[in-house]
């Protein structure tokens, strides 16, 4: 199993740009997650998904969206990006029916 | 919603001794406390967990203890090791559900 695959690890956008983060996970997992992390602002919640075809908006889902067309993918768009989107954005899954959260290595965005 | 305050922010150790990394948790209802290492580059990962029917847990060198009626829990890692310098996460959840993270605290341990 590879666990949880973040694409690009790196991405420079500049400001007005489109773009969307990859995740992938290879463990059968029902919940999966994206998370923002910003210098002193811990991990803070964007958007999650309990399944298939379900997403919910999180802590900060202002200027992203989320699709969940199967149980293996959850990308994260980003529409018009802005310098405030400039972060480290960690995508997570959780086995059905445990706790455990398993995250990815992360993709580090800088929007100019 | 649910709230977890994290300090201290940065601790620094010499080798050999403990570290206490202390938070707070604002909703009553939650029951999951796990915590979080991360290291430079890296994604968080689990390193220990406590439910809220449990007051303590241990796992070699990390201990976790949990005070319901006060709502706060703490990470313990006694004889720290250089290896063990990383971003350390408190989070708290209803079980099944998102977590809510603390805003971290940065160990460095010293040689």
């Known amino acids: 199993n590879a666990g949880v695959t973040q694409t690009p690890k790196f991405q420079v956008l500049k400001t007005g740009q489109s773009m969307t983060l990859q995740c992938a996970q290879d463990?059968?997992?029902?919940?999966m997650s994206w998370y923002r992390q910003d210098p002193g602002m811990g991990l803070r919640l964007i958007h999650y998904s309990v399944g298939a075809g379900i997403t919910d908006q999180g802590e900060v889902p202002n200027g992203y969206n989320v699709s969940r067309s199967t149980t293996e993918d959850f990308p994260l768009r980003l529409l018009s990006a802005a310098p405030s989107q400039t972060s480290v954005y960690f995508c997570?899954?959780?086995?059905?029916?445990?706790?455990?959260?398993?995250f990815g290595q992360g993709t580090r965005l800088t929007v100019v | 919603g649910e709230n977890v305050e994290q300090h201290p922010s940065t601790l620094s150790v010499q080798e050999g001794d403990s570290a206490v990394i202390k938070c707070t948790y604002s909703d009553s209802a939650s029951n999951y406390f796990p915590w979080y290492k991360q290291e430079l580059g890296k994604g968080p990962q689990l390193i220990i967990d406590i439910r809220s029917n449990v007051g303590e847990k241990k796992d070699q060198r990390i201990a976790v203890t949990l005070n319901k009626t006060a709502k706060h829990f703490s990470l313990h890692i006694t004889e720290t090791q250089p290896e063990d310098s990383a971003v350390y996460f408190c989070?708290?959840?209803?079980?099944?559900?998102?977590?809510?993270f603390g805003k971290g605290t940065m160990l460095l341990v010293s040689p």
């Open positions: 989070a708290a959840s209803k079980g099944y559900s998102t977590l809510t």
């Open positions: 463990m059968n997992h029902e919940y």
């Open positions: 997570a899954s959780i086995p059905q029916g445990k706790v455990e959260a398993f």
